[in-house]
Nanobody, 120 residues
């Protein structure tokens, strides 16, 4: 089973930026990010296929978040700009064999999560 390690979370003021990273122990097809805020269910944020040709964003982050990947490093990144307090959550890296499954939350492997806190 692939091992995922996230990094880059932290505390930032509203309107600020953060960049999350996720490194996989080996190459995987679809990678994505989910998040879970206190008292809420885990929700889809964004997913990307291996070729970076198919990318899907949740409406709540479109225009503010950008996903990218470096297949040579088996890594995926999430650049988060114009952060809002509602973005506060634990962010989880995830992998799936197909991007459609990833978008639907049908995940093969989860990372341990990284906390993102946006203060108002």
């Amino acid at each position: 089973q692939v091992h995922l390690v996230e990094s880059g979370g932290g505390l930032v003021q509203s309107g600020g930026s953060l960049r999350l990273s996720c490194a996989a122990s080996y190459s995987v097809y679809a990678m994505g990010w989910f998040r879970q805020a206190p008292g809420k269910e885990r929700e889809f944020v964004v997913a990307i296929d291996y070729e970076s040709e198919k990318i899907f964003y949740a409406d709540s982050v479109k225009g503010r978040f950008t996903i990218s990947r470096d297949n040579a490093k088996n890594a995926v990144y999430l650049q988060m700009n114009t952060l809002k307090p509602d973005d506060t959550a634990i962010y989880y890296c995830a992998t799936s064999g197909r991007i459609a499954r990833c978008v639907k939350g049908d995940i093969d492997c989860w990372g341990q999560g990284t906390q993102v806190t946006v203060s108002s």
